[in-house]
Nanobody, 127 residues
Framework: EVQLQASGGGLVQPGGSLRLSCAASGFTVRDSTIGWFRQAPGKEREGVSFLRNRDSSVVNRDSVKGRFTISRDNAKNTVYLQMNSLQPEDTAVYFC????????????????????WGQGTQVTVSS
């Protein structure tokens, strides 16, 4: 059975850090394109950070560049999103998703490009 289990969310003050985890089972993250998305209340889901298979290239949303880092631990079959310098506008439910294909850049941002989704984990940035 294919599963993605997201965890690591919580409440953090502005400027703080969190590390989200996305543990996969039933498929190999190394061979998949993994994306982190987020959805804030009243807003559409948006792409945040992506890690492709094969060359492990990374694409990040402009607003998180220099603050968020996506990485992969093949031994644990898990993808992480290290989030530093968090701001209130980062508050959202964060989702991880996986595609069995290598996606071109324009496709990375489309929710429909992904085959599997994890449940969300809430990130709240507030003082």
């Amino acid at each position: 059975e294919v599963q993605l289990q997201a965890s690591g969310g919580g409440l953090v003050q502005p400027g703080g850090s969190l590390r989200l985890s996305c543990a996969a089972s039933g498929f190999t993250v190394r061979d998949s394109t993994i994306g982190w998305f987020r959805q804030a209340p009243g807003k559409e889901r948006e792409g945040v950070s992506f890690l492709r298979n094969r060359d492990s290239s990374v694409v990040n949303r402009d607003s998180v560049k220099g603050r968020f880092t996506i990485s992969r631990d093949n031994a644990k079959n898990t993808v992480y999103l290290q989030m530093n310098s968090l701001q209130p506008e980062d508050t959202a439910v964060y989702f991880c998703a996986a595609s069995k294909r290598r996606l071109i850049t324009s496709s990375l941002w489309a929710s429909g490009s992904y085959d599997y989704w994890g449940q969300g984990t809430q990130v709240t940035v507030s003082s």
